[in-house]
C-alpha cells in the first residue's frame, strides 16, 4: 500500500515521498517493537503456568550474561566485516555471472544472509518440530521486514543517501504472493513433504522471473 501511494505522489514531490518513507518506517518500528513486547510478556506468562518440573532440561554448557554479551558483540562484528566482503564482490559476480544487481540483490544475497535461520529451520523440522521451524523461518522474513528495512532507511538519511520504502510492481507482486502462500501454509499448524516442495517450486519460479527480469524496469 505504501509504495502504491508513493506512486500516486509522482516522481516529481520526492520531499513528500521521503516524509511519507520516515513515517512508514517509523511506524513499521514501533509494530515490531510492540511485538517484541507481547512475545516476551507471553512467554513470561506462559512460564508461570508451566511448574518448573515441567519445563525441559537442556544439556550442555550455559553462557553467563557477559559471556553471551561477548559472543553477540563478536558474531556483530564478524558479520559486518563479512558483509561489506559480500557487497564488494557484488559488481565482479554480477560482471562475470552476468547476473543483474537486481536479481542478486533479491535473491542471492537473502539466501545466503539467511543460511543460519534456514539450516536451524530445517533441522528442528527433520525433528518433527514444526512449531518452532515455522516460527523461525516466518520470524527471521518478519525482522527483515518490521526492522532491518525500517532501520536502514533511518541510517540512510544520517548518512546522506536517502533510502525509500518503495517497490516496483513486481516486488509487489513478489511480497503479495509470499505473503499469501506463507499464510496458507501456516493456517492450519501443519506441514508435510508436498507442502514444502511447493514452497520451493514457488521461490524457484520467482527466482527465475527475477532472473529474467530486465534490469531497467
Request: aromatic share 8%; glycine share 6%.
Amino acid at each position: 500500500m505504501k509504495a502504491l501511494m508513493c506512486r500516486a505522489f509522482g516522481p516529481i514531490d520526492t520531499l513528500r515521498v521521503e516524509e511519507f518513507s520516515l513515517a512508514t518506517a517509523a511506524a513499521i518500528l514501533l509494530i515490531y517493537i510492540l511485538s517484541v513486547i507481547y512475545a516476551l510478556k507471553g512467554h513470561d506468562s506462559e512460564q508461570q503456568l508451566v511448574g518448573a518440573s515441567d519445563q525441559p532440561s537442556h544439556a550442555g554448557p550455559h553462557w553467563t550474561p557477559r559471556q553471551a554479551l561477548a559472543i553477540l558483540i563478536a558474531a556483530v562484528a564478524g558479520i559486518a566485516v563479512m558483509s561489506e566482503f559480500l557487497v564488494g564482490s557484488v559488481e565482479a559476480v554480477t560482471s562475470i555471472l552476468g547476473f543483474s544487481e537486481f536479481f542478486v540483490g533479491i535473491i542471492i544475497i537473502p539466501l545466503i544472509g539467511n543460511i543460519a535461520e534456514h539450516l536451524v529451520a530445517v533441522t528442528v523440522a527433520l525433528k518433527n518440530q514444526m512449531d518452532l521451524s515455522l516460527s523461525i523461518a516466518v520470524g527471521s522474513s518478519l525482522q527483515i521486514a518490521l526492522f532491518v528495512a525500517p532501520v536502514l532507511v533511518f541510517i540512510s538519511l544520517l548518512m546522506g543517501n536517502p533510502l525509500t520504502l518503495e517497490f516496483n510492481n513486481f516486488e509487489l507482486v513478489a511480497m503479495m504472493a509470499a505473503s499469501i502462500i506463507a499464510a496458507f501454509v501456516s493456517l492450519d499448524g501443519e506441514s508435510n513433504w508436498l507442502e514444502g516442495a511447493m514452497l520451493l517450486v514457488v521461490y524457484a519460479i520467482l527466482a527465475l522471473a527475477f532472473f529474467f527480469l530486465p534490469a531497467a524496469i
